[in-house]
């Protein structure tokens, strides 16, 4: 089945509007109203929590993260804490898997296959780790990544988390792509201990940019899940409360 994908690059936005907006698109593609459509996306910082989430992973507390002005968001995607912060891009897709995609494992590779793709632009070599949600890295050798995805140092610099209802998707997947990862100090990164995170920025020296690399991934992403990724529209300057 060859689908046709509408990508749209929201800017920088915070994370209750940019959820409303997901719902509201969600409820459009599962009545068929609209077509397939993914987002790409900065937020401003926030910390999200996932169906199972375990609020002492926020290690600073609800007080803490207030304080530094960040926002702390109870949210219906599965996973645990992860948090979200400028230099990082977020996509959610809104897509309807049937009748040939209906396969929730299939969906997160694909997520994580698109990740990795937009990571080797920069030289990196990233993967999967049996038994953790993500894309991964091996900070002792950026340039290779182990076919068993045992390396010496892995650390994560892709996550994933997602919401399918009907097997229509809400939620993505988050690569960091300049942020610095002390700002990860402040949760249990999607709640796995001793690994750490990091950046295609801490990693190569290079510093991409957000919107670049949301084009990058976009194409990416048709590649991946068989589509035609026409082109990214751009909505960065529109009022989101207007957006369906």
Not at 76 to 105: E, K
Request: charged share 25%; net charge negative; with cysteine.
């Amino acid at each position: 089945m060859h689908r046709a994908f509408r990508g749209v690059w929201l800017g920088r936005r915070p994370y209750e509007p940019v959820l409303a907006l997901q719902r509201r698109l969600n409820d459009a593609r599962a009545s068929g109203s609209i077509g397939d459509t993914v987002l790409f996306l900065e937020h401003a910082p926030v910390v999200t929590l996932g169906r199972r989430a375990d609020p002492s992973h926020v290690l600073i507390g609800l007080e803490g993260l207030r304080a530094r002005g960040w926002d702390c968001v109870q949210t219906d995607r599965g996973g645990d804490v992860t948090l979200h912060a400028p230099g990082q891009l977020v996509s959610y897709p809104i897509v309807d898997l049937a009748p040939d995609r209906c396969d929730v494992r299939r969906y997160v590779r694909g997520l994580a296959e698109t990740m990795r793709r937009v990571a080797a632009r920069h030289g990196v070599a990233a993967g999967e780790v049996p038994g953790l949600v993500g894309l991964w890295v091996d900070r002792a050798s950026p340039s290779r990544f182990p076919a068993d995805g045992q390396g010496v140092d892995l650390v994560k610099i892709g996550a994933i988390g997602v919401r399918i209802s009907h097997w229509v998707t809400m939620h993505g997947f988050a690569l960091n792509l300049s942020l610095g990862s002390e700002v990860f100090e402040v949760i249990v990164p999607c709640g796995i201990t001793g690994r750490g995170v990091s950046s295609i920025r801490e990693l190569t020296g290079h510093d991409p940019s957000t919107k670049e690399e949301a084009a990058a991934a976009f194409a990416a992403f048709g590649e991946v899940f068989e589509g035609r990724a026409v082109e990214l529209e751009d909505w960065s300057d529109k009022e989101i409360e207007d957006l369906v």
